[in-house]
């Protein structure tokens, strides 16, 4: 054959291969395509077909990638499911889990499942978070062994349930498992064995057993769990004694295992356990002396050993630190460094005393200073120990030296600015050393004392009760508070007046607020009574612009963590004030922003517990809590609750409203009716379909009114379903405006 021929035969057949190749090619990328849309389709059917969404005509008719509880990949396919809150019940049974190969979230906590876990999300093989916590549903028995399928689960709630049995062998393949909330189930079996599969999850870093029945002892396998922060098994039947090896978990930051049966001695291998913050061992039947090296726990913060059998002296030495340390056997003196006249009632024990008149500043021990040395570079520990002395020498050595003004002029500011000494001279006459009988009120991170200056001045001493300052982050992380309390300035935020940083005695000065906190006006009948409508639609208004201003005037962004009606203050004129900064975070945009879940119960943002990422929308939860609540006289939790069942449904605005006041006139009802759909917009379950702080504060000062409809017209199943489009700078909402 002629070369040429050759040529072209090749030529030919190369063209050919191409042509089928390409060919197949395009007809496989027909086929994908043909599937890809087949599965959308079955999505969207069983979306329609589930009933979840019955009788809400704006959902059958909009793309439910739009749906506020979906979300979708580029592709339109869904891949996350946030029900937490809904009532649905057998509607579940309907729904056909496999039709959605993609989904990653899934959240079906509190919508009243009963019965057996549905097994069709076994086969839910990309599913990485899975809330099925505050229900009815039941194991059989058994674990729901099909749950173990699912290998790429990071987050797993089934808490508050009813699940029996023991933990299955097979929870060794959940390898990329971080949080594991079982509590308050019917869980049974040694906990030994639990621990021991939990040991092959080296990503795990927070487990929660508690409220179950597990029994025997706590094995020495459990010190291998390298990556544990959160571990509570409090609750269960554990008996013998806390392995040595639980010093090994230099992560932990929280430990829990009260209420069973443990004997023995406190381990001194938990001193080792360097970021432990919580601690808790408390109704248990620990004996024997507490450990000494327990003093270089310098991130601790609250420690309760109550109800066991300890004996000997107490060799802590913390300060600012909550403890329990009632209900034992110990004796001796307590390190005269605990200067607080209140924890007679933590101790409970006759024959342990407390010298709290002549005191010297608590050192860190040799131990901890060798810790702290040797994180820190040279230098920056250097600069500590000389900032460490020059507070020391002003504000205690100073403390006895005469005063070289030669005036006592009392003036609050110069606790920084000009003569500590006599400000806090000042401060510990009018509280006579912070004498329970000037004590107001307690919180979270101190108590609070009302004082009248030599001035005439009355203030406010907030006294700090659970910072530790041995701890090496402590002084930027105090610092960093009081910078920010420091640099706000808004109308609607309570002001401080100055504060004192000394290790020993750290407190802050704050305006006074003669008529307290919101809630207590609300608890009162003859108070609430006074708080008329327009007075707590004002409120309701001050707050929005308070948090508007934290979250988009103040650079970088405030988040409180914290609004409830306990931390908003009313002053003589029934004006409000945002208070309690304790727990507010500076949000770092460039970083994840995870946290410990803090705040008040009732008033935390749903995704909190499953995602730990504080947002300002966290904020704007809460917000909406509290102005349900002004609207209500009283909590709205249960309320929320009854909202998701059918026989709420025709429910009205107007009967929920605060019965004690009159009812409102045309004109407030408006306002009422505003209100009400912003508090119920800002409750949403997806933080992103909430209003932004900012919007709200724009539609409450545009003076506009809402159109006119009666408030016994309007039912509450209306508002909690409104249609909103309210995520973005700029965007509107169906409500629009309040005066």
């Not at 978990?249 to 430990?255: C, D, E, G, P, T």
């Not at 006119?708 to 249609?723: C, G, M, R, T």
Request: charged share 15%.
């Amino acid at each position: 054959m002629a070369p040429s021929v050759s040529i072209s035969v090749l030529v030919v057949a190369w063209v050919l291969c191409v042509f089928v190749r390409s060919t197949n090619m395009f007809t496989a990328a027909v086929s994908v395509a043909a599937s890809e849309s087949s599965m959308l389709q079955l999505e969207a059917k069983a979306l329609r077909e589930s009933g979840w969404w019955s009788g809400q005509d704006n959902y059958t008719s909009l793309n439910y990638c739009e749906w506020v509880e979906i979300t979708c990949n580029a592709g339109g396919s869904v891949i996350g499911i946030f029900m937490g809150g809904v009532y649905l019940g057998d509607k579940v049974s309907k729904f056909n889990f496999s039709s959605f190969p993609n989904l990653v979230h899934l959240y079906l906590w509190n919508t009243g499942l009963r019965g057996s876990i549905p097994q069709q999300i076994g086969t839910l093989s990309k599913l990485t978070s899975l809330d099925l916590s505050f229900n009815n549903l039941t194991g059989l028995g058994h674990f729901p062994l099909f749950l173990t399928n699912l290998t790429q689960l990071e987050n797993l709630f089934i808490s508050h349930n009813l699940i029996s049995g023991p933990i299955p062998e097979e929870f060794g393949n959940l390898k990329n498992l971080q949080a594991l909330d079982l509590k308050n189930n019917k869980l049974t079996g040694l906990i030994a064995s639990a621990l021991r599969i939990f040991t092959n999850l080296h990503n795990l870093n927070r487990l929660n057993l508690e409220w179950n029945q597990f029994n025997g002892s706590i094995p020495l396998e459990i010190g291998n769990m390298k990556s544990l922060a959160y571990l509570n098994l409090s609750n269960n039947n554990i008996v013998g004694e806390i392995p040595s090896t639980i010093g090994h978990l230099i992560n932990l930051s929280y430990l829990s295992l009260s209420w069973n049966q443990i004997n023995g001695s406190v381990p001194v291998g938990i001193a080792n356990c360097f970021s432990l913050v919580n601690l808790s061992l408390s109704h248990n039947n620990l004996t024997r002396s507490i450990p000494s090296q327990f003093s270089d726990l310098v991130s601790l913060r609250f420690i309760d050993l109550s109800y066991n059998k300890l004996t000997g002296s107490v060799p802590l030495y913390f300060v600012n630190l909550e403890f329990n340390l009632s209900y034992n056997s110990l004796k001796g003196q307590i390190s005269n460094i605990f200067r607080n006249h209140s924890f007679d009632a933590f101790i409970g024990n006759k024959d342990l005393r407390g010298d709290f008149k002549d005191f010297s500043p608590c050192l860190p021990s040799s131990q901890t200073m060798s810790k702290i040395r040797m994180s820190l570079p040279p230098i920056i520990f250097i600069v500590l120990l000389l900032l460490g002395y020059f507070f020391y020498s002003r504000f205690w050595v100073g403390k006895t030296q005469s005063n070289p003004s030669g005036t006592k002029d009392g003036d609050l500011f110069s606790i920084w600015n000009f003569d500590g000494k006599i400000a806090y001279e000042d401060i510990i006459e009018a509280t006579r050393d912070f004498d329970i009988r000037y004590c107001i009120g307690t919180g979270g991170y101190g108590s609070v004392y009302k004082a009248q200056l030599p001035s005439g001045k009355i203030v406010a001493l907030k006294k700090l009760h659970r910072l530790e300052a041995e701890d090496p982050t402590f002084d930027k992380s105090f610092r960093n508070e009081v910078k920010m309390l420091t640099e706000i300035r808004h109308r609607n935020i309570v002001k401080l007046h100055g504060y004192c940083l000394h290790k020993r005695c750290m407190f802050l000065v704050y305006q006074y607020m003669e008529r307290g906190s919101l809630f207590c006006i609300l608890s009162n009948n003859v108070e609430a009574m006074e708080f008329d409508w327009t007075k707590r639609l004002n409120i309701i208004k001050s707050i929005a612009h308070a948090l508007s201003y934290m979250h988009h005037e103040c650079i970088p962004v405030i988040i409180h963590r914290d609004i409830s009606s306990n931390n908003i203050l009313l002053n003589s004129e029934l004006e409000a004030f945002i208070s309690d900064f304790g727990t507010a975070r500076i949000l770092d945009p460039d970083s994840s922003n995870q946290t410990l879940v803090v705040g008040t119960y009732g008033y935390i943002a749903p995704e909190l517990a499953y995602t730990m990422v504080v947002t300002e929308k966290c904020d704007v939860y809460s917000f909406g809590m509290v102005a349900l609540e002004i609207l209500m006289g009283k909590h709205p939790g249960e309320l929320l609750t009854s909202l998701s069942t059918l026989s709420s449904q025709n429910l009205m605005l107007k009967e929920i409203l605060d019965q004690r006041l009159p009812p409102p006139n045309r004109s407030i009802a408006q306002d009422i009716f505003f209100a009400a759909s912003i508090a119920f917009a800002c409750l949403r379950t997806k933080p992103r379909s909430r209003p932004t702080m900012k919007w709200v504060s724009q539609e409450c000062l545009s003076g506009k009114k809402p159109q006119v409809i009666p408030l016994h017209a309007i039912s509450l199943w209306q508002l909690k379903n409104q249609e909103t489009y309210m995520m973005g700078e700029g965007e509107t909402q169906t409500y629009s405006a309040c005066s």
